[in-house]
């Protein structure tokens, strides 16, 4: 049986593979799988260097570009990968109680808006799998409903969180990651494109 990190990694692979070949899908010379990659350490290179100040272009975050082709997905976004954690679900955050210790789910959405602003990318998209489950990802509403109108058919939670200070409330949706590479087109991402 395969240890956390080992299963972890593979999964970090696997989607890195499936947003190359959706970046790329409408490409003259065809689909690609190697656009993005695994950053060094799962994003530890760029945290070690910056505790001493020091930036890390492309290296934020669990997914890099090896093509400049990939560059405007990771000027817009900050991507976390995390795959297991069979006893922690997004429902966690539907149905906390008070006063109650923070949620896994919590943890990882603070963790890559830390991630993004050191990053300086204006979004972030959080994907994850527990065993044996389809694979979802979580991002902001707001980033969402600018990249598509998700609805119709598609299952889908949209909720607040509190990150931090209670003036720090965030809208969040829940979307099975093959339906966001369905419904979202490069196109959307790239007219998103921080000037």
């Not at 300086?120 to 998209?125: D, N, Q, S, V």
């Not at 509190?162 to 829940?174: D, F, Q, T, Y």
């Amino acid at each position: 049986m395969a240890n956390k990190a080992s299963k972890g990694s593979a999964f970090e692979r696997e989607v890195c593979k499936r947003l190359s070949l959706w970046w790329t899908q409408d490409e003259d010379d065809g689909s690609r799988d190697d656009v993005f990659w695994r950053t060094s350490n799962s994003g530890g290179r760029a945290t070690t260097r910056g505790k001493s100040g020091k930036k890390t272009k492309n290296q934020y975050g669990d997914v890099g570009a090896t093509d400049l082709m990939g560059q405007p997905l990771l000027d817009l976004v900050t991507i976390e990968i995390k795959r297991g954690y069979n006893s922690s679900t997004i429902a966690d955050l539907l149905d906390k109680p008070l006063g109650a210790a923070k949620q896994r789910y919590e943890e990882w959405i603070e963790k890559i808006i830390k991630t993004s602003e050191e990053a300086k990318t204006p979004y972030w998209l959080l994907i994850t799998r527990r065993d044996r489950r389809e694979t979802i990802i979580v991002l902001l509403d707001d980033f969402g409903r600018k990249l598509c109108n998700f609805g119709g058919t598609i299952p889908m939670l949209r909720f607040d969180i509190l990150v931090g200070k209670p003036e720090h409330r965030r809208s969040v949706i829940a979307v099975p990651l093959i339906d966001f590479l369905d419904q979202v087109e490069p196109y959307d991402v790239e007219r998103l494109k921080v000037s």
